[in-house]
């Protein structure tokens, strides 16, 4: 398959305009009413309307390879749709950093969160005087830990400007200014120069491409020879079987609520990286372990697993009770059109993502942490 031509023919300037309009970049908000307040209320449901535009009413067993290509062929807009719209409900449910880890007992979330990048840190064997390059970078959370962690400079690459604002307002706010810089790219066509970077990580990012060696390839152009790059990639399992219904309307689930134009098997993910060049030196499946506590606990609402305190106001958000306060309060406010129309509908796209990666991941039919460690050419 060639890669989709909406790669080149983007514009920042505009995204970035749009995105100053949608989020009212200039005023500084944190937490979720204030920010959701602070949306251009036309502009938030434009950009609902866009993004339901692309799977509603499309049955996944029934849907045709048309309506999967229209999502491939613009996968570009419609993660960044995503991305605009869920952005502050993911900074509100999660934190800074947007993906999963493996827990401990005694350990609490945030202290998890950090130990799964420190452990891609090590992976990468970082020195503080290296260049490394953080692939789908967030708002930076990751990045700032491993900047902090190492010593050493990280690069965000991002296409969504509002996470890349977001990103760097918290750098600013924690000095690490020097340490970290974000920048408005594609994944799958890079700005940067032929062997840049040192090391190149990537956290839950990549499986927004559509096509898998459209960003691997991008990753060992910018990958120094010899250089590693390891990263956390969502991928079905072999459990995974595509004639099962129920099945299906998971992994369709788990690609309709988190902007993922299509779930490739772990099979598919180390094939294209060979198919790029890069040599495999481990591949492992992380979710499939002794663990006390699974890897979506926090996404099941289990207050049992909760390890402090602050576990416990975590994952409340999370529970039938948490979600339905946030349901409750976000539709009075879209009612009294106080909040953007497509609010609602947001939190109600995520509630699917929580149900149906909690679904995929207790059949084993899903993995958000197939993690890889790859050299690039020698
Ligand atoms: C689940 S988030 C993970 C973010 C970050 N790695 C973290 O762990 O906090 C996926 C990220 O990939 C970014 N992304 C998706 N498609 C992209 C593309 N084509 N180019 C650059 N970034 C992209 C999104 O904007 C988002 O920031």
Redesign the pocket.
Known sequence: MSLPDNSVSESHANDLEFSKALHDHDTARNGLLSTILSKDKTAFETVVNNYMGYWVEKDPVTESEDDKEARRNNY?NM?NSY?NIATDFYEYGWGE???FCRFNFGENFYQAIARHEHYLAMQLNVKPEMKVLDV???VG??AREIAQFTGAHVTG????DY?IYRARKAAARLGLENKTEFTK????SMPFEENTFDAVYA???TC??PVLEGVYSQVFRALKPGGVFAFYEWCTTDKYDHDNPEHRRIVRGIEYADGIPELFSTHVALQALKNVGFEIECAQDMAINDDPIPWYYPLEGDLRSAQTLGDYFTVFRMTRFGKFCTRALVGCLEKLGIAPAGSLQTQSVLETAGDCLVEGGRLGIFTPILVEGLIGEQ
């Open positions: 570009t993660t991305y950093c947007f993906h789908g970078c967030g959370g990751p690459i991002n296409n969504n996470q790219g594609n994944f799958m956290i839950e990012a927004h491409a």
